[in-house]
């Protein structure tokens, strides 16, 4: 009897964290995207300094992990989170690796500089900010700006295969088979 009492105060509880995530969801889109009220004047320029671009990716990654959350599995869910945190980053990384390609940062100055100019630019939506610096600068400096281009989509990749389970082995084989 106390295992049912338990198991469905855990529904109980999964189903209000499923929905206040949805609603938080909901609310970072309007305060991302249209940058409404005084929160959202400053909550945007800031999550655009500290992660750039993918600022925009916050809200639908919210919802999706709200979905997630049905499943019922934490080990799951921990380890989509994780695979979903790293993604991010080497998107950032990305985004800030083109910014040092064009120009727009320079991996020449002083590290807290530059972390500071990926900071400005991400405020304006330019590059991965001050996170994608933080990644993007000792991927170049280790293996040059196309080695790192390569490893952060080949880790993304990589991601997105184990977080939707595609199965390029089977897509290729199939191809060749018609």
Same mark, same amino acid.
């Given at each position: 009897?106390?295992?049912?009492?338990?198991?469905?105060?855990?529904?109980?509880?999964?189903?209000?964290? /499923?929905?206040?995530?949805? &609603?938080?969801?909901?609310?970072?889109?309007? &305060?991302?995207?249209?940058?409404?009220?005084?929160?959202?004047?400053?909550?945007?320029?800031?999550?655009?300094?500290?992660?750039?671009?993918?600022?925009?990716?916050?809200?639908?990654?919210?919802?999706?992990?709200?979905?997630?959350? !049905?499943?019922?599995?934490?080990?799951?869910? !921990?380890?989509? &989170?994780?695979?979903?945190?790293?993604?991010?980053?080497?998107?950032?990384?990305?985004?800030?690796?083109?910014?040092?390609?064009?120009?727009?940062?320079?991996?020449?100055?002083?590290?807290?500089?530059?972390?500071?100019?990926?900071?400005?630019?991400?405020?304006?939506?330019?590059?991965?900010?001050?996170?994608?610096?933080? /990644?993007?600068?000792? &991927?170049?400096?280790?293996?040059?700006? !196309?080695?790192?281009?390569?490893? !952060?989509?080949?880790?993304? /990749?990589?991601?997105?295969?184990?977080?939707?389970?595609?199965?390029?082995?089977?897509?290729?084989?199939?191809?060749?088979?018609?």
């Amino acid at each position: 009897m106390a295992k049912r009492g338990r198991k469905k105060k855990n529904k109980i509880d999964i189903n209000i964290a /499923v929905v206040a995530l949805v &609603l938080l969801s909901i609310l970072l889109m309007i &305060l991302i995207y249209t940058k409404s009220g005084s929160i959202g004047e400053t909550l945007s320029p800031m999550l655009g300094g500290i992660m750039g671009f993918i600022k925009y990716i916050i809200p639908i990654g919210t919802l999706l992990i709200a979905i997630y959350m !049905t499943q019922n599995d934490k080990e799951y869910m !921990t380890h989509k &989170l994780i695979q979903y945190g790293i993604f991010l980053l080497c998107v950032a990384a990305m985004l800030s690796i083109f910014q040092v390609g064009k120009g727009n940062l320079s991996i020449d100055k002083e590290y807290d500089k530059v972390i500071e100019d990926a900071y400005y630019l991400g405020e304006k939506d330019i590059g991965g900010g001050a996170i994608g610096a933080v /990644v993007a600068v000792p &991927l170049i400096k280790a293996l040059g700006s !196309t080695g790192a281009v390569i490893l !952060t989509i080949g880790i993304a /990749v990589i991601l997105l295969i184990f977080m939707f389970g595609i199965r390029p082995a089977e897509m290729i084989s199939d191809l060749l088979d018609e």
